[in-house]
């Protein structure tokens, strides 16, 4: 019988909406994920409390060393540190010139100097320049960059900004007499065979995860596939091959030049030559140590710098100086930076 016509008073019944009929309690998985999202802020947390706590405590127990380079610090000659600044300043545009040399993409100049700049705050957070990498993998991703492609220029950036460090140090120590105090600073044989066992041991059983995990072995050898064919394509451009080896050997002579405006406006007592080589062979020896904030360089200068003949005390305030420089100042601007990139999705 078919259905008569609807009266006035039929009210039409809809479909029970999932927003009335879900529980009033929180769904499942909701405490799970605030859990994880609490213990990730308290692991992020730590890292970045980590360097500080350790260098409170080598000041609590160095007090008297702490004084006086504070106190040699404020007294300082301030050209000598305006110096010291535009050095400082050079290193992000010698960063950018790397950035853009290991990738055949061509990025805008300012926003990748941006990007670097800003990269400097995430360093702090992160340990081994892993924040620098997380910020400029989310630069190039949004530049349209493949993923693929961006991490394998992170790797050719790590590898030529090593090896030019590493050949910047080699003419150094050829070509200055300070070397032999370097002497000083080398284990001897029985002390590295820890070191050898460890980095050994660090070998074998990545290369046995590579050989036996075979999920893990595909996107690493992909991973390898695509870094070699970029290093072909990047270095068949000149341009390039300037900008990315150029800028690697760049960066630690500007380094080292913003190290030692420092001691020079606090009287270091070192000539320019020897407070590089203590920059560089301290930098090389520890610089890839799993530390946020460059703590393990900053100690591992300071010790080169008394085994070159410096006073403890300018020692210490010249490192400090240089901290602060380099990294600390440059902090809440680069943050802000860091801010407008990810408003203006930059990142």
């Known amino acids: 019988m078919p259905p008569g016509p609807p009266r006035k008073d039929d009210v039409p019944v809809s479909a029970p909406s999932p927003l009335l009929t879900a529980p009033d309690g929180p769904r499942p998985g909701a405490p799970g994920r605030t859990a994880r999202s609490v213990s ?33 610090l404020v007294a ?18 010698a960063a950018s010139c790397v950035r853009q040399g290991a990738l055949p993409d061509r990025l805008p100049a300012g926003l990748l100097l941006a990007s670097q700049f800003a990269a ?21 991703r949004a530049r349209g960059v493949p993923l693929d492609r961006a991490t394998a220029s992170i790797g050719l950036y790590s590898l030529v900004k090593g090896t030019a460090k590493t ?18 600073l080398v284990p001897d044989g029985p002390d590295l065979v820890p070191l050898a066992s460890v ?14 995990v075979r999920p893990l072995r595909r ?19 000149p341009c390039r091959v300037l900008a990315l080896w150029g ?26 030559a020897e407070v590089a080589l203590a920059f560089l062979a301290a930098g ?25 003949g410096a006073e403890p005390a300018p020692a210490t305030a010249t490192v400090i100086g240089y901290r602060v420089l380099t990294d600390w100042l440059p902090l809440l601007p680069g943050a802000l930076v860091l801010s407008a990139l990810i408003r203006a999705k930059a990142l």
Do not use: K, Y
Not at 247 to 272: E, F, T
């Open 40 to 72: 990730g802020r308290s692991l992020r947390l730590a890292l970045c409390l980590a360097p500080l706590l350790i260098a409170l405590c080598w000041a609590v127990a160095n007090r008297s060393v702490v004084h006086e380079g504070v106190r040699r």
């Open 76 to 93: 300082a000659d301030p050209r000598w540190l305006l110096a010291g600044l535009g050095c400082t300043c050079l290193t992000w545009v």
């Open 120 to 140: 400097g705050a995430a360093n702090h957070a992160l340990p081994g320049g892993l924040g620098a990498h997380a910020v400029t993998v989310r630069f190039l």
């Open 167 to 184: 050949l910047v140090l080699l003419v150094f120590l050829a070509l200055s007499p300070a070397w032999r105090r370097l002497g000083d």
């Open 199 to 212: 980095a050994g041991g660090v070998v074998t059983g990545t290369g046995v995860l590579l050989t036996v």
């Open 219 to 237: 996107p690493v050898t992909g991973l390898v596939r695509t870094a070699l064919a970029g290093v072909r394509v990047v270095h068949a451009r």
């Open 247 to 272: 800028g690697a050997v760049a960066m630690p002579l500007v380094q080292a030049g913003a190290l030692g405006c420092v001691g020079a406006a606090l009287g270091l007592g070192l000539s320019w």
């Open 284 to 308: 090389t020896a520890v610089g890839a140590a799993p530390v946020p904030g460059g703590l393990a360089v900053d100690a591992a200068l300071l010790w080169t710098l008394v085994a070159f």
